[in-house]
């Protein structure tokens, strides 16, 4: 089986994913598609915080009109902890309170994130197959283009010259050496004169080898000066083909901003992921169908692109920024929702201490739990965190300023019928 068709299949299957590959191919670049897409996939879901948000004010009011008698059942019941649960219950029936209301939507919002997090898995792991496609493909071409053995055997030949002009006046000058080098390289081009007789000479000599079916026998019968060439022109082809593939990763990778690849982590980590790392793990089994390993086509660009070790900051793929900035903007987005729409809350001052810590918890832990996914998981991925914390924050300041003035007009009203 072919490895393009094998590829063919690996299209994202859950409808998250499918989207952005969609949206992907309308924007100029996968940074701006995941922002439009989370803007768009908050304007879709936001009835569901419209509803959790009005559950919860109704909810809010409801246990503030409440407090008065709560406060006369705790005191009357003081002393009968299992009673006064039983009587503060029959109070929330009777005023149709329902505490878990308000979860609903919530609920329904975190089945939306996990969707939408599988999503960006399979996208990932749909992209990072795809640049590695595109690199196989620049792969075969390479290998097909006779031109490019041609090409190796004159840089071959050119290297060769220029080391034996070095070793007979090692005191020329640049200049003289890249007037001898020039005029060495039209002669190859012109098919004349020393430099021709050199190319040619080495090019018929690394034909022979590669159309020879017993390679090892035939480099064996070779004297060493043969030898050399045959190795000089392998490896003058081994560095363009890895330029190529490099080049080629490069091209497919998508980079936004400060990330040079938005489908690795907005971190310290590697800019090209290794076999282990590679997202889209069933990828790996085909290379063996196609005779060529994963490392052969990314490490070219793993030389080219990834960090040389942990302090070498200039080729870290990102910086952390996007998973610290979401996990601050998720945290004071939270302590400012508390903080400006309080919860009044049922039961005794114990329980009422219990609630408050458990909301506190909640306040950081699940920020820092959604951070850890951002720098786990891909900078694509981060950067949906980040943006939906952002548009999330909006609405509620927006729907903060709202309620404040229907509360304002609320009060108003009551002390005009009071008058």
């Known amino acids: 089986m072919d490895i393009l068709t094998t590829l063919a299949v690996a299209l994202p299957s859950n409808l998250i994913g499918k989207w952005l ?12 598609t995941v ?9 879709i879901t936001s009835p569901l915080d419209i509803w959790q948000k009005i559950s919860q004010r109704k909810q809010s009011k409801a246990m503030a009109r409440l407090q008065p008698k709560l406060a006369k059942l705790q005191k009357q019941y003081a002393n009968q902890p299992q009673l006064l649960r039983q009587k503060q219950a029959e109070l929330q029936k009777e005023e149709k309170l329902h505490p878990l209301a308000s979860c609903i939507p919530l609920i329904v919002t975190m089945v939306i994130f996990f969707v939408v997090f599988a999503g960006f898995r399979q996208l990932v792991a749909y992209q990072n197959e795809v640049i590695m496609e595109n690199v196989y493909n620049a792969y075969v071409e390479f290998n097909e283009n006779a031109d490019n053995v041609d090409s190796a055997v004159k840089d071959y030949v050119i290297s060769a010259e220029r080391k034996s002009i070095l070793d007979s006046d090692a005191d020329i000058s640049e200049d003289s050496l890249n007037s001898s080098l020039n005029q060495f390289a039209s002669q190859i081009d012109a098919q004349s004169g020393a430099g021709w007789d050199k190319y040619s000479s080495a090019r018929t000599l690394y034909g022979d080898y590669m159309d020879s079916s017993e390679k090892n026998g035939f480099m064996n019968n070779l004297p060493i000066e043969q030898k050399g060439v045959i190795r ?15 080049d080629a990763y490069e091209e497919h990778m998508e980079s936004f901003l400060w990330i040079k690849n938005v489908f690795m982590s907005d971190t ?78 049922m039961g005794s001052a114990d329980q009422q201490k219990s609630q408050q810590k458990t909301m506190k918890m909640v306040t950081y832990m699940m920020p820092l739990i959604m951070g850890i996914f951002a720098i786990v998981y891909s900078a694509a991925f981060a950067l949906y965190y980040f943006m939906s914390n952002a548009v999330s924050t909006l609405f509620n300041i927006a729907y903060i300023i709202i309620t404040k003035q229907l509360d304002k007009r609320e009060a108003a009203k009551s002390l005009i019928s009071v008058k």
């Open 268 to 345: 310290g980590t590697n800019v090209v992921p290794t076999a282990q790392q590679f997202v889209g793990g069933k990828i790996q089994a085909h290379w063996d169908v196609s005779g060529v390993s994963y490392d052969t086509l990314a490490g070219p660009a793993q030389e080219r692109l990834n960090k040389k070790s942990f302090w070498d900051v200039k080729n870290w793929n990102g910086y952390f920024v996007l998973p610290i900035i979401s996990v601050v903007l998720s945290v004071l987005t939270t302590w400012f929702t508390q903080k400006m729409s309080p919860q009044n809350m």
């Open 21 to 32: 590959v969609q949206l992907s191919q309308l924007l100029p670049s996968f940074g701006v």
């Open 35 to 43: 922002i439009v897409f989370t803007i768009i996939l908050k304007l």
């Open 232 to 246: 000089g022109v392998a490896s003058a082809y081994q560095t363009a083909l890895n330029a190529r593939l490099a």
